[in-house]
């Protein structure tokens, strides 16, 4: 395959004498417009934003004159022309670019100002297709990719937080920019139409209901860089991908320190937990370490409810992660402070609870205005060694289930309703997970076990100690219902369960020793239900 070369070395330092700016967001373009117009540069622009520089009584020229063609066909061509991306590609350094640009009258650009029609907003609030496909930008791309790389003569901006360091390598040099800078910005400039470029073909896969297009790209766009990422010597950033479910990445840090790797890991982990419990049903919590519950549960009032999750747990739940699916009240607020703990996490936070919580500066508050919709539709995706692994959302709920009674006795009403509870606790455990649920509130649970049988163990552990710590005569699985997020390939991890005092179990069901785990139920008067539905979560 013939590889294109051109081994022309690109100067250090590039004149700016003649600019192209055309943008949708106009944040700070008129000071920069100004700016450059006081240093001699000639002003290009297009549609609203040549309105807008005129308007500030600047002299810019309008692109249809250097083309020679009108905008046409609602503004969908006015930069697509050889004497705009001529300007910008042309090699100053090359005879024959050189000669080109003469025979055709093509005038070098050396900055380019672009950024891009809203894609990623009219999507967010749910635009309909012929306006999301109208907000799909063309020539914004197109000017974006030749400026770049072009890059060796012309720079080119997308940020309007940029503005400010391009008028200040101006000033150091004499109104030149530096190779190095017009380097970064170039990479900045692809990275970001490749962003766009992912959002709008995961949107056309989405809507298309394609679930597995050929090629998938994720994109994102720069929230915060980290001091560090799980362990202290990994690198780490938080990106955005724009997709507006309310959680970490949306939510306003009202107080404390900046996030951490593991806290946006944990957070996001609470929240979703938190959101399986509708908060007109009742107030629930949900408190998380390393990404798994030590306690959920639901109450009268919400500090009801954090005092019960606390209370399956109370060591582990030291510096953990906090999430509510209402509002923090003061009452709770005073409740949370007691304890170590590293971020809280709620739909809304009232003035008398802000005010509590400062006594704790390095404490995180976060507001995230709303609760994710645990039945939306959406993607996860992860990284393997060369590749990505891409699934949709588990948003499968217990309650649209239909739950198939496989043992001789049915549940009673508040066994069914502690099974639901453990299950959907259970879809945010890591497997093996099994948890035990009693009343509205988990009685232990048994997380990323190879074995179903230790998991089971493991949560029966856990609710012994926490029955000690609370002075009970019996650990809270003593009359509970228990949830395996995945079926019971053997009768061993029922017995372990039955062991720890559970009176009915729910599971998916789907082994091929389902009959000798219903026999074992039957044979201990245990009430079992089927859901059908798996939800291992690793």
């Known amino acids: 395959m013939a590889v294109i070369s051109k081994k022309i070395p690109a100067p250090d330092k590039v004149e700016i004498k003649t600019a192209l700016i055309s943008v949708f967001d106009k944040t700070g373009i008129v000071d920069l417009a100004h700016a450059l117009s006081a240093r001699g540069v000639r002003l290009l622009s297009t549609g609203g934003t040549f309105k807008a520089i005129t308007a500030a009584g600047l002299a810019v020229t309008d692109v249809s004159q250097i083309t020679g063609f009108p905008e046409i066909m609602d503004g969908r061509v006015k930069t697509l022309h050889p004497t705009v991306h001529g300007g910008l590609l042309a090699i100053r350094d090359d005879s024959e670019h050189q000669d080109a640009m003469k025979q055709h009258g093509i005038e070098g650009i050396d900055l380019a100002v672009i950024n891009l029609y809203p894609f990623e907003e009219v999507r967010a609030a749910g635009g309909d297709y012929p306006t999301t496909v109208e907000n799909i930008d063309i020539g914004g791309p197109a000017m974006i990719r030749a400026s770049a790389k072009n890059h060796a003569y012309v720079t080119i901006l997308t940020d309007p937080a940029d503005y400010a360091e391009l008028l200040e390598q101006l000033s150091a040099d004499d109104g030149k920019t530096a190779y190095a800078f017009r380097q970064r910005m170039a990479a900045k400039a692809y990275a970001r139409t490749a962003a766009y470029d992912a959002m709008i073909s995961n949107w056309f896969a989405e809507a298309l209901s394609i679930d597995t297009p050929r090629h998938r790209v994720i994109g994102g766009a720069l929230k915060e860089e980290m001091r560090y990422g799980e362990n202290p010597h990994q690198k780490a950033a938080f990106y955005v991908t724009g997709e507006r479910r ?65 209370a399956c747990d109370s060591v582990s739940a030291f510096g953990g992660i906090i999430a509510l699916n209402r509002t923090l009240d003061a009452e709770t607020a005073e409740e949370i402070v007691k304890l170590f703990t590293e971020v809280i996490i709620a739909p809304d936070v009232t003035e008398e609870a802000k005010a509590i919580v400062a006594r704790k500066p390095n404490l995180r508050l976060l ?61 945010h455990v890591k497997s093996n997970a099994v948890v035990y649920a009693k009343d509205g509130q988990t009685a232990g649970i048994g997380a990323g076990q190879m074995s179903r049988v230790d998991s089971a163990r493991i949560a029966a552990l856990k609710a012994e100690e926490a029955a000690k710590a609370l002075g009970l005569a019996v650990p809270m699985t003593h009359g509970s219902a228990v949830a395996s997020e995945a079926f019971l390939p053997f009768a061993d991890g029922l017995l372990s369960m039955i062991a720890a005092g559970a009176t009915a179990v729910i599971q998916p069901g789907g082994s091929m020793r389902d009959q000798e785990v219903i026999d074992a139920a039957n044979e201990h008067g245990i009430a079992m239900v089927f859901t059908g539905m798996r939800h291992f979560r690793h």
């Open 246 to 310: 309310p959680g970490v990445s949306t939510a306003a840090l009202l107080q404390g320190k900046q996030l951490s790797y593991n806290n946006i890991n944990d957070t996001d982990a609470a929240y979703e937990l938190v959101a399986e419990f509708l908060p007109e049903k009742a107030p629930a919590c949900a408190i998380i370490k390393h990404a798994n519950p030590c306690g959920v549960a639901t109450g009268s009032t919400l500090v009801e409810a954090y005092r019960r999750a606390l």
């Open 367 to 427: 507001s995230a205005g709303g609760l994710p919709d645990p039945r939306a539709a959406g993607l996860t995706a992860k990284t393997v060694s060369g590749g990505l692994l891409v699934q949709s959302r588990d948003n499968g709920m217990v309650e649209d289930l239909e739950l198939k009674v496989v043992t001789r006795r049915a549940p009673t009403a508040q066994e069914l309703d502690d099974m639901k509870f453990a299950f959907k606790v259970g879809k």
